[in-house]
């Protein structure tokens, strides 16, 4: 199961479901009982959660067969599987937004991030110049460093103007497209530095405040601002899903696409996990493995049952 922001948010957990439930909305799990009126699934296979808030964090479930996308066990590591929202949050974001052509910039904020780490990959994979923008830190310098290996063209630090300081770089084009998932004063620099008519794609808060645009913003520059939600795109376009898994499964086997994770074993090592996962300064996704699930799933009827 994959660890993400909204799942140790604890406003978000306060407006959820009620009490008691299970955390998590990501992962990756194995079927391993079916019901009788199941007819896509089959012990063995790997699915993913389709809907949000399905309660990943746990080492069995019983799901209903529509709640979940099958996904071919070879496609590629289970570790990467349980970040394929990400890898497809980067890969709508640079495919659907902005027009982009080669040469062409793209600015983010949140760019340590797993989308982020993918979205850099994917630009330098494009040749689009990926401009990464993260927050100050101790070691700025060695993850500056780190984010240009992995195909970044600048790495600024998410405070004063970015705009100006892209200028001062002379970087000969502003960004043409800009990816926020922070919100708030850090999601108005990534609009200051855009070209005019250029828009904002808003596919997070990890901040928690929205973001506030000056007037001359949408007057002057003609600012668009969009957000995305992959689960939303999925719905409106279940038959290219396959297509972009296989797609992101062949970049990742071919070690193109690259992604830092910690796993922990969830029964021992949780919380270790949330601790690791609560550092204002990590750069690794956390990954919550599941070793051993016990026989409890004899019951279950008419739904698949996969480990989460």
């Known amino acids: 199961s994959a660890n993400t922001p909204a799942d140790i948010d604890a406003k978000t957990l306060a407006s959820r479901a009620k009490f008691p439930f299970v955390a998590g909305s990501d992962g990756v799990a194995t079927v391993v009982k079916v019901g009788a009126g199941v007819k896509s699934l089959n012990e063995g296979d790997w699915v993913?959660?389709?809907?949000?808030?399905?309660?990943?964090w746990r080492s069995l479930a019983v799901w209903k067969e529509k709640d979940l996308i099958k996904l071919p066990s070879d496609i590629l590591p289970m570790e990467y599987a349980a970040m394929m929202r990400e890898m497809c949050v980067a890969y709508r974001l640079?495919?659907?937004?902005?027009?982009?052509?080669p040469g062409d910039a793209v600015v983010l904020n949140a760019a340590t991030s797993t989308v982020g780490q993918c979205v850099v990959q994917l630009c330098a994979m494009l040749k689009l110049r990926a401009v990464a923008v993260v927050r100050s830190r101790k070691d700025f310098d060695k993850t500056a460093a780190w984010l240009k290996s992995l195909g970044a063209s600048e790495v600024l630090k998410d405070e004063g103007s970015i705009a100006t300081e892209l200028t001062?770089?002379?970087l000969f084009a502003k960004p043409r497209l800009a990816l926020d998932a922070v919100g708030g004063a850090s999601a108005v620099r990534l609009a200051e530095s855009l070209?005019?008519?250029?828009?904002?794609?808003v596919y997070g808060n990890m901040s928690g405040r929205a973001a506030t645009f000056p007037w001359h913003a949408w007057t002057q520059s003609a600012l668009i601002v969009r957000g995305f939600s992959l689960r939303q795109w999925m719905t409106e376009n279940k038959k290219k899903v396959p297509k972009m898994m296989e797609t992101l499964g062949k970049l990742a086997r071919a070690d193109k696409l690259a992604i830092q994770y910690t796993d922990y074993e969830l029964s021992s090592e949780f919380e270790e996990a949330l601790e690791h996962a609560r550092e204002d300064d990590r750069?690794?996704?956390v990954l919550l493995?599941?070793?051993d699930i016990g026989t409890t799933y004899d019951?279950?009827?008419n739904a698949a049952s996969p480990t989460a």
């Open 94 to 101: 640079l495919e659907d937004f902005g027009s982009l052509k």
């Open 168 to 170: 001062s770089r002379n």
């Open 289 to 291: 493995r599941v070793n």
């Open 283 to 285: 750069c690794t996704k």
């Open 48 to 56: 993913l959660p389709y809907k949000a808030e399905m309660g990943t």
């Open 195 to 201: 070209q005019p008519g250029c828009p904002l794609i």
């Open 299 to 301: 019951s279950a009827e």
